[in-house]
């Protein structure tokens, strides 16, 4: 079997072309080599056909006794369709202490693993299944997030009725909505937690759902720079090589972490090969599905289901950082799965796979039609407003939408990954840098959801430290991930390894504002800024393309952001260093007064805490 690749400028098609006899494919190979020659990027991921032929809604089990067998998600007219058993009903009504109707979804676990899912906007109805026994979950959507109200075990005769009630005395006003009474946030009314014997404290403890195994051997207790590859994919998914294979890749290239993220499944966490004595392994999945998007999960302590409704997958999101985990949204402008979930608790983008000008970019015309909403003739969402600058790399797009994500209030980070599943892709290009307290799983995902990241493009590649002095003072006060205070004067410093003769720009809000040449292997520049409302600050390292490729712009590097915010510090001690400085939401400022500029041969130096 043969894939060919064949790239234009605005897209990428995967054909497939079976049982070929040589006489066959010796006519191809001319456009084969054309296709090279162009610069056509390779498949991204080594994908086998019969993963990506599995259903959206499907999760490949692991049947192995002892590991966690993810359920079969389906509808009742599906299960149906597959069981010609005699059929009964299940009623549902959920209501709150006023009477009123609540939109809910009733969940049906059958034998062997299977899980039925309905929707019932109003509140009620009835769903025809095969006669059985099932245990039950209701769930009442609060502010757009399914919140567990009810579980029980029921059993479904033929031609015959199963009847469900739910009254809710919780969340029945305005003041406290249902989500208050979940204290943990993982998506369970604590009442029912506690009925049903789980931990209302504990997000982990979530009834219904079987926990996934979190190894998190501390390796150093270091504070520093940790850098890593963050999509990886394996045989248990659409890669080739084993987790073995992979691990022994990671410690070959002397990286610090390694995260193996294969499509909706978590069974790398549990291959016996899964353990390594120089890496933190992360547990991670790649979850989604080609027609909305893919999601990078990495540390959740219970397997996220595939969603069916982008409300379904805030649930789902909120889930996991409730429990520690980290939930990226994976290359959002990949032009076989653009990102079209829109979700709100999102902690990294992945604005960076394989090498930056190598993947074409996508159109409006990849996107559904809800995502080309236009408000006054204006694109509504981030995905549309990346789709829609196409001179670039799917990489250059990526950018694009973080930033619009960024500027509509998102906090997030960048990641990078290779998403390598052999040999023919390297591993580590791009690399993820990370500071964490310690080098382990747990203080990665920490890490990266305080925003302390930047991407490089190999282990090779540039170094970054973006740094700020606020006030002035000579003394740092935050670094990569921290705020600075609004109506301040704000020194900015970068500092720069390995990128000599290449160009520092700085980005406010995603525009370019200074612009200078790196003169040197051990480079540094400031500048001074005096925000007034909200921004975003971030740095990258440029050059001039050389060979094929999309985009007129070639990256090296880029940090995440240090934000501009209503903040005053609470904390100031010498002692600590950029990462350690604590603030608070400062609530009804006062009008931000603007500071004039300082006679730039009075600044103080600014002396960092650490370097490279």
């Not at 005699?86 to 109707?101: A, C, F, I, K, T």
């Not at 996934?212 to 390796?219: E, K, R």
């Not at 600050?537 to 990256?555: A, K, N, S, W």
């Amino acid at each position: 079997e043969i894939l060919l690749l064949m790239s234009s400028k605005y897209q990428c098609t995967r054909l497939k072309v079976s049982t070929l006899t040589w006489k066959q494919i010796i006519p191809l190979l001319p456009l084969l080599c054309a296709t090279v020659v162009m610069g056509c990027a390779t498949s991204p991921g080594e994908h086998r056909d019969e993963a990506r032929r599995r259903p959206p809604t499907e999760s490949p089990a692991v049947t192995d006794e002892g590991k966690v067998t993810p359920p079969l998600v389906t509808t009742a007219d599906a299960y149906r369709a597959e069981h010609a058993a005699p059929r009964g009903q299940v009623r549902l009504d959920v209501r709150n202490v006023l009477g009123n109707r609540l939109p809910a979804r009733l969940r049906l676990d059958a034998e062997g693993g299977v899980r039925i899912q309905e929707e019932l906007q109003e509140g009620s109805g009835v769903v025809e299944v095969p006669a059985g026994d099932y245990t039950s979950y209701v769930y009442v959507y609060s502010e757009e997030l399914p919140i567990m109200v009810e579980k029980q075990a029921i059993s479904v005769t033929e031609s015959q009725t199963e009847s469900i009630e739910v009254e809710l005395v919780e969340g029945s006003t305005d003041v406290m909505p249902l989500w208050h009474f979940d204290q943990d946030f993982n998506m369970v009314l604590d009442r029912l937690e506690l009925q049903l014997g789980a931990d209302p404290e504990d997000p982990t403890d979530v009834p219904g759902e079987e926990p996934v195994p979190f190894p998190n051997t501390v390796l150093s207790e270091e504070s520093r720079w940790y850098m890593g590859e963050l999509h990886a994919n394996s045989t248990h998914g659409d890669g080739t090589q084993s987790v073995a294979e992979l691990i022994r890749r990671a410690e070959r290239k002397r990286l610090d972490f390694l995260a193996i993220a294969d499509r909706n499944t978590m069974a790398s966490v549990q291959d016996p090969d899964y353990h390594s004595d120089r890496l933190a392994l992360i547990p991670a999945m790649e979850w989604g599905n080609d027609e909305m998007g893919v999601a990078l999960i990495y540390g959740p302590r219970t397997f996220p289901q595939v969603p069916d409704s982008i409300i379904e997958a805030q649930g789902i999101a909120r889930l996991v950082q409730a429990q520690g985990g980290v939930l990226a949204v994976a290359h959002p402008t990949l032009p076989t799965a653009p990102w079209q979930w829109g979700l709100s608790h999102v902690n990294a983008v992945q604005v960076w796979m394989r090498d930056w000008r190598e993947l074409p970019p996508i159109t409006l015309e990849a996107l559904n039609e809800h995502s080309r909403q236009r408000e006054d003739d204006q694109l509504v969402f981030p995905i549309a407003r990346a789709a829609a600058t196409p001179s670039m790399s799917a990489n250059g797009q990526a950018q694009v939408f973080f930033d619009s994500e960024l500027r509509r209030g998102v906090n997030a980070c960048i990641i990078g990954g290779s998403m390598t599943g052999g040999p023919r892709v390297p591993m580590a290009r791009p690399v993820t840098y990370v500071y964490a307290e310690e080098h382990s799983a747990q203080g990665i995902l920490d890490g990266i959801r305080l925003g302390r990241t930047f991407v490089s493009r190999g282990p090779d590649g540039p170094k970054l430290s973006f740094l700020a002095d606020a006030m002035r003072t000579g003394k740092i006060d935050v670094g990569i991930g921290g705020a600075v205070p609004l109506g301040v004067p704000v020194e900015f410093e970068a500092r720069v390894g390995n990128a000599r003769g290449k160009k520092l720009q700085v980005l406010k809000n995603g525009r370019v504002i200074l612009s200078k040449i790196i003169e040197s292997d051990s480079w540094a520049t400031r500048f001074v800024q005096y925000p007034e409302r909200y921004a975003q600050y971030r740095v990258r390292i440029v050059d001039t393309p050389e060979g094929p490729g999309f985009g007129p712009l070639d990256v090296h590097a880029m940090s995440s952001p240090i934000y501009a915010r209503d903040i005053i510090p609470v904390v100031v001690d010498p002692e600590h260093g950029p990462m350690d400085t604590w603030i608070r939401i400062h609530g009804d400022p006062e009008p931000p007064v603007e500071t004039p500029p300082t006679d730039p041969s009075q600044q103080q130096e600014i002396v960092p805490e650490w370097r490279f």
